[in-house]
């Protein structure tokens, strides 16, 4: 476990010492990573109910949504940017809570449909109010130069969702949590209050990309519903959390990283085969690799003697 501390030390000191690096082309570095960050948060928020609690909710990436038109809604009526983020996270809290009723009457299979019909009624939902949320045309809000800002807003978000995504784990919560992930209705004979349990990891889990979207809105000052809402978006935190290895600290973290940076060279080479991408890996993760990278063997082993722990979900 030191070791793993002392490597997690080195590793935010470096982060935070990027952006005061003599790099050329600086600026594109702080982006991709920046960028990369809010694959992080996306990916890290999606397990706390994906991988702690076994529901894999294709409609996760709704919350960075609806955080991202809240916070840009609000930001446009000078409300200030914590005052529109507080707001927008909380508009996005009310509504997972207002969902987790309906959508946790379902399971399996049903409950993944229903959270991905979510996001197309919200892409639609947003189209059709454009006298509030721009419609197809988009929303802007007020630009900026805000690269460095940005950097480590989206730096300091992704420590907060792993230190709570950490501590979940180690709580009665996350006991909760696992036992409703291998067995629901034996943790309902055992008293887990199921329901309540599954409804406070919804809501936890629709704070960070709350956040996040509101950031993201404020970073590059435009959204369309495309943008926020399209499949490939949808996917992306369920690919990367499934590669990376759902249902352990480090491996939505390692998912985001890599699949991101395999996206980057995709960008740069064939744009149009993003969205293919997500769902290949998907499929191929799902068929050859259900425990993710982190549980592959020389992976496990490297993180066991930092003294990181790899369990299987």
């Known amino acids: 476990m030191k070791r793993a501390h002392a490597l997690l030390l080195l590793l935010v000191v470096l982060l935070l010492a990027i952006p005061a690096a003599p790099i050329e082309s600086r600026t594109y570095v702080l982006q991709v990573l920046t960028f990369m960050f809010v694959s992080v948060v996306l990916a890290q928020s999606y397990d706390i109910v994906g991988g702690q609690m076994g529901y894999v909710n294709l409609g996760h990436i709704t919350f960075f949504a609806v955080g991202a038109y809240a916070f840009g809604i609000l930001f446009n009526l000078n409300m200030g940017l914590l005052a529109s983020l507080a707001l927008g996270t909380a508009v996005v809290v009310v509504f997972a809570a207002l969902i987790s009723y309906p959508f946790f009457r379902l399971r399996g299979a049903y409950f993944s449909l229903a959270a991905f019909g979510l996001v197309k009624l919200m892409e639609q939902l947003t189209i059709n109010l454009g006298w509030l949320t721009g419609g197809s045309n988009g929303l802007k809000v007020t630009p900026g130069n805000r690269v460095l800002a940005m950097y480590y807003a989206s730096l300091g978000v992704v420590a907060a969702v792993v230190v709570a995504s950490w501590l979940i784990e180690r709580s009665r919560l996350g006991l909760a949590l696992k036992t409703i992930r291998e067995d629901e209705e034996v943790a309902e004979d055992f008293g887990v209050p199921t329901f309540r349990v599954k409804a406070q990891a919804l809501i936890l889990s629709a704070v960070f990309p709350a956040i996040i979207g509101g950031l993201y809105t404020w970073y590059i000052n435009f959204i369309d519903p495309n943008q926020v809402y399209g499949l490939s978006v949808a996917l992306t935190p369920v690919a990367m959390a499934m590669l990376g290895g759902s249902g352990v600290l480090v491996g939505p973290v390692l998912g985001a990283v890599f699949l991101y940076l395999m996206q980057e060279l995709i960008y740069t080479q064939t744009a149009h085969l993003h969205g293919a991408m997500m769902g290949l890996v998907i499929v191929l993760v799902g068929l050859f690799m259900p ?19 790899v369990e299987e979900a």
């Open 291 to 309: 425990g993710g990278l982190v549980r592959l063997g020389p992976v496990a082993r490297v993180l066991r003697r930092l003294g990181l722990t």
